[in-house]
């Protein structure tokens, strides 16, 4: 069985099961066009047989239909791209305000103003606490603002881009018709004169016979019917292509020019109630480009944390190791081990289990380690191991003594 053949067994599987579904699918949407499904399969055999091309090429159209596609790619980017400005530029300023309220929770000094009396509460503490809760408190009441002269502007451009385009795409949607007309018409066309030509060859080599003949009669006038109807499409569109892709540049630049307007006046609402907003920091570009502002402002700010770190470096939780871990350790001894230290000429130690340094000055070390024991006072020792000094705790290590 030939490839032929075994194309055109499956060319006609495919019909008969599309006028299976015919009724289903015809009832399910409007929008689906029947015809180029029903005519996929002949497609299909067509270009296996002519080489996967027609052999009728028009340059000028094909120039235009990649214009076309690629217009058509622009404006799916410019929908795209302005509803996600738009949604996340609304989204900023949700998420602003949410941060914002956070930070109020956080600042608020009324939170535990009944856990503090008399001096506590009139302290500079508080005093700064409620400058930082105000100043959050201003912070949304800014954002606010901010999303109450933007938000209409910025829904607005987003449903007229979206408009716009809509109806671009209800002619994009009508021209990708009249082109598929016009590939059938050139399949149709290719068809008939590839039956034309071969027929033509025969009768040059007189092996014509009374039949084909006929055929070749028939193919003549079925050839010019097929020429003028392809044509006729062929020329409207590259008639018509040319007048559209100028249409829609003509859409598309004053609808640029007011996506570009709309994020100007965003940022510069952005920019101004920002400003308005800080003014009490005082800064400018010449300020920020000086060589020694991070350095000015990691100092300010390590004054403005004093008070927090020390309040930190209080907390049980910091200071664990200091109150806890030691009777832990301790506890952990083996039982036939002298809880009294024993003075020892030996001052190598083999590591018994890991040890990972939890804070800044610990010794770590991994099991078979030769630590060089530089202190020995207490639960914590001061040691040495390849040349870094830190304190470990004494049950993880044991006596050493190198072999000769």
């Known amino acids: 069985m030939s490839e032929e053949t075994c194309y055109g067994q499956l060319s006609s599987m495919m019909s008969k099961q599309l006028k299976v ?24 055999k067509q270009r296996i047989k002519f080489g996967n091309g027609s052999y009728t090429s028009d340059e000028e159209f094909n120039y235009l239909e990649k214009q076309f596609k690629e217009t058509e790619k622009t404006l799916q980017s410019v929908e795209k791209y302005v509803k996600m400005y738009s949604k996340s530029t609304l989204t900023l300023l949700d998420r602003s305000t949410a ?25 500079q503490v508080f005093e700064d606490q409620y400058r930082k809760w105000q100043n959050v408190n201003n912070y949304i009441e800014t954002i606010n603002m901010c999303k109450s002269e933007i938000e209409n502007e ?47 060859l025969k009768q040059k080599s007189g092996e014509l016979t009374v039949k084909q003949s006929q055929q070749l009669f028939s193919s003549e006038r079925k050839l010019e019917e097929n020429k003028v109807k392809f044509d006729e499409i062929n020329d409207l569109l590259k008639k018509e292509l040319p007048y559209f892709l100028k249409l829609v540049e003509l859409i ?55 008070g927090a770190y020390d309040s930190i470096n209080q907390l049980t939780l910091i200071n664990f190791r200091d109150r806890y871990l030691s ?11 002298n809880p009294i230290l024993k003075e020892t000429n030996s001052y190598y130690y083999m590591a018994k289990f ?51």
């Open 327 to 337: 009777d832990i350790t301790l506890a952990l001894e083996p039982e036939n081990r």
């Open 354 to 404: 890991n040890f990972e340094g939890q804070q800044e000055g610990d010794l770590s070390f991994k099991h078979g380690d030769i630590i060089t024991v530089l202190t020995r006072n207490g639960n914590w020792w001061k040691g040495e191991l390849d040349g870094v000094v830190g304190i470990f705790p004494r049950n993880y290590v044991e006596e050493y003594s190198p072999r000769d």
């Open 21 to 44: 579904v015919d009724s289903r699918i015809k009832s399910s949407t409007k929008e689906l066009d029947w015809n180029y499904l029903k005519r996929t399969p002949q497609f299909l």
């Open 252 to 306: 598309l630049t004053p609808l640029q020019e007011y996506v570009y307007y709309v994020q100007l006046m965003n940022y510069f609402q952005f920019s101004s109630r920002c400003k308005s907003y800080a003014n009490f920091i005082n800064l400018d570009v010449r300020i920020i480009s000086s060589p020694n502002f991070a350095d000015e402002l990691m100092t300010q700010n390590s004054i403005d944390s004093l």
């Open 154 to 200: 910025t829904k607005t451009l987003a449903a007229m881009v979206e408009s716009k385009i809509q109806e671009i795409y209800s002619n994009i949607n009508n021209i990708h018709k009249k082109i598929r007309v016009r590939s059938y018409a050139l399949v149709d066309y290719d068809k008939v004169y590839n039956s034309h030509d071969n027929l033509l």
């Open 99 to 123: 941060v914002g309220k956070g930070y109020s929770l956080l600042y608020d000094p009324y939170e535990d103003l009944a856990k503090k009396t008399g001096e506590q509460s009139n302290s």
